[in-house]
């Protein structure tokens, strides 16, 4: 069985200060991982995504995420943050055997102070 | 293209109701997941429907079920709605192949009273 560990729920941080939002898995076989972001009353909308190949995957917007396949995971970090990422990060993992099902992490509300 | 249209967007029924979502997926995508999110238990799996068979299923209750069409689209319904019933309900459409990336909807928001 798979599981995903978002270890802060809240993380308040100013304006143009760096962020990490960390994410651990677990799995007994090889994973995908996913970042995704929900704002209010919204859906859920990709991030950034491993599958394979470079371990260190970055998104259109200035995140990047590293996966540590020895410490089972799957960071965000941002070294700027703007008012406009506050929102709900939620960390994510599929495998082979799980077809389309993702298996999502608690979640964060990352919280950008001006 | 458009995106993933999950309507009614607000639904408020009374206990012990049934209630029915229906989620259209993006066009040519044949894979439908149903997502059911709460504040206590955050976003938990409830079913995948491909190519109108059920491929997948979450830990949820015999009240919850759900469907696929021939053109994709599906729904899903619960019996005998329990006030713990209310929720987030999010639809995600996949093309097919495992573990690409999922396209949510826009959720919908069901209350019970």
């Known amino acids: 069985a798979q599981s995903v560990t978002q270890l802060d729920s809240q993380v308040p941080v100013f304006e143009e200060a760096p962020v990490e939002l960390r994410c651990n898995y677990s799995?007994?076989?090889?994973?995908?991982l996913f970042w995704y972001v929900q704002y209010p009353n919204q859906g859920l909308q990709l991030l950034l995504k491993y599958l394979s190949g470079s371990t260190l995957v970055e998104s259109i917007n200035g995140f990047e995420a590293e996966f540590n396949k020895s410490q089972t995971s799957f960071h965000l970090r941002k070294p700027s943050v703007h008012i406009s990422d506050t929102a709900e990060y939620f960390c994510?993992?599929?495998?082979?055997?799980?077809?389309?099902?993702?298996?999502f992490g608690g979640g964060t509300r990352l919280m950008v102070k001006p | 293209k458009a995106g993933v249209t999950q309507t009614p967007r607000y639904l408020i029924k009374t206990r012990g109701q049934q209630v029915t979502l229906s989620c259209s997926p993006i066009?040519?995508?044949?894979?439908v997941s149903w997502y059911q999110q709460t504040p206590g238990q955050g976003l938990q799996f409830l079913f995948e429907y491909f190519s109108e068979t059920q491929r997948n299923k979450g830990n949820f209750p015999g009240r919850f079920s759900g469907r696929q069409f021939s053109n994709s689209r599906s729904e899903m319904n619960v019996s005998t709605l329990e006030l713990g019933d209310s929720a987030l309900y999010l639809c995600a459409s996949t093309p097919g192949t495992s573990n690409t990336e999922a396209f949510f909807g826009q959720g919908t928001r069901l209350t019970v009273v």
């Open positions: 066009s040519g995508h044949r894979s």
């Open positions: 799995s007994s076989v090889s994973v995908y």
């Open positions: 994510a993992v599929s495998d082979n055997n799980a077809g389309n099902m993702l298996t």
